[in-house]
């Protein structure tokens, strides 16, 4: 604890550097980052599950309280307005007193509408950075100063180089996630449902459903050809073939997002390309560096999927440059290589090329892909290529100029398969890539 009390407080540096340069930037006083409220449901008397606002935990692990408020003006110690009201009905959480709270000016908020009497009383010159702009507007808030566009980029593209802190976070989030990675693939093995796959991996990472960063993805058979699969049928299957698990993990808000797939039997084609797709994933993160966008690749993995195509004679007489000039893998991989991580699953300023926020859209061919930056010592990004069988995007390749070059009827025989996904978490540094995923001997 003494270590990560250690690596909070030069955290918290880091973000007070930041917004001393974005208040200056942009002429404000100070950052008013609010928690996020409690949405109720249309016509009911309870709420959805809370979200924090990520902007909010960027600056404190506080991921499951409403109502709280952030002071911010990037010299004074961050002051926090922490919401603990008199409650039977629920839970609350008491003050926190934690490795962090040292760094942090923490006050009790024990009625959610005392803020507007509790907040410094000039306001006119402070940025509101939250999900609730009518609150914002009632605490004073001018419409120019609610999230505004130039703060919000500058501290997106930021956030994009993680602090040492944010690291042990991360690692934490792979270790809960392979966990429970683990225990879902002795699910598997054991012959269970989706569902209670899915229940074996809550189990292993001591989260609830509402807790896990996105919607776990527990596939069996040709359900892993959908790419957002999360319906988990009750019933196993009569016959199992394969087994896809797109599942991750949180930590102190932070989060791991790994996927895996299995065959369950030894030997067949789907079980090879599975090894095949392994390596090749491997293989191209060695060749991750600094200094390189990310969108070459993307474009060398299409390479690899090509490669792989060719391998296991799904095509034949046509050239590996080809299929990538043509899009024949596209329809294979329709999904970008990966995405940078962090606070969000999805992270910010994938696309964002400076902190003033200059957008490069992803590649025309390839519309899915959700980075384009160039790759910079501190980014955590994931590396999840794929391979599937769905068939509305293999129709057009039947019916196309190229048809007579493809195997349809090995490629058929992957139908119930579904597809494969292989996911690790990859730190950039300097001179290596620290694979967090495999450090922990995930196969």
Not at 251 to 262: E, F, K, N, Q, V
Not at 345 to 350: C, F, L, P, Q, T
Not at 361 to 377: E, G, H, I
Request: aromatic residues 10%.
């Amino acid at each position: 604890m003494d270590s990560l009390k250690t690596l909070y407080h030069a955290h918290i540096a880091t973000l007070q550097q930041r917004a001393q340069q974005v208040l200056a930037l942009n002429k404000l006083d100070a950052m008013l980052i609010h928690s996020g409220e409690l949405l109720t449901v249309f016509l009911d008397d309870h709420t959805y599950p809370f979200k924090v606002n990520p902007q909010f935990k960027a600056w404190v692990p506080v991921t499951q309280v409403p109502n709280c408020w952030l002071w911010v003006d990037g010299v004074n110690k961050p002051k926090l307005w922490f919401y603990s009201p008199v409650d039977y009905w629920h839970n609350v959480e008491p003050l926190p007193e934690s490795f962090w709270t040292a760094d942090i000016e923490v006050i009790g908020l024990k009625n959610a509408d005392q803020i507007a009497q509790l907040l410094p009383a000039q306001r006119e010159n402070v940025a509101y950075i939250g999900p609730v702009n009518a609150r914002a507007a009632q605490l004073g808030i001018s419409s120019g100063n609610i999230n505004p566009k130039a703060v919000i980029d500058f501290l997106h593209y930021h956030r994009s180089i993680k602090t040492e802190y944010e690291l042990v976070c991360m690692r934490q989030a792979q270790k809960l996630a392979v966990a429970g990675h683990r225990a879902a693939k002795e699910a598997f093995s054991a012959g269970l449902s989706e569902f209670d796959i899915n229940q074996a991996y809550l189990t292993a990472t001591g989260h609830r459903d509402t807790d896990v960063p996105y919607g776990n993805i527990i596939a069996l058979n040709e359900h892993a050809a959908v790419l957002h699969y999360t319906r988990l049928d009750h019933q196993p299957p009569a016959k199992r073939h394969s087994f896809l698990i797109d599942a991750g993990a949180e930590y102190l808000g932070y989060a791991a997002d790994l996927t895996r797939s299995y065959a369950a039997q030894s030997g067949s084609l789907y079980a090879r390309m599975v090894e095949a797709m392994n390596a090749e994933e491997l293989a191209l993160i060695a060749t991750l560096k600094p200094g390189v966008r990310y969108t070459d690749y993307h474009l060398q993995m299409h390479q690899r999927i090509a490669k792989m195509l060719l391998k296991f004679e799904l095509v034949q007489g046509i050239s590996e440059e080809a299929l990538v000039a043509e899009d024949l893998t596209g329809p294979f991989m329709p999904h970008g290589l990966g995405h940078p991580l962090g606070l969000q699953v999805h992270d910010v300023a994938g696309f964002m090329q400076d902190e003033q926020g200059t957008h490069l859209a992803a590649p025309a061919q390839y519309p899915y892909l959700r980075c384009t930056r160039v790759l910079q010592p501190g980014m955590v990004l994931t590396i999840e290529p794929g391979f599937y069988i769905i068939d509305s995007l293999l129709a057009p390749l039947r019916e196309g100029r190229f048809s007579q070059h493809f195997n349809w009827q090995a490629i058929d025989a992957l139908r119930p398969y579904g597809g494969i996904r292989i996911e690790d978490n990859v730190v950039i540094h300097a001179h290596r890539v620290e694979n967090m995923t495999r450090d922990l001997h995930l196969a």
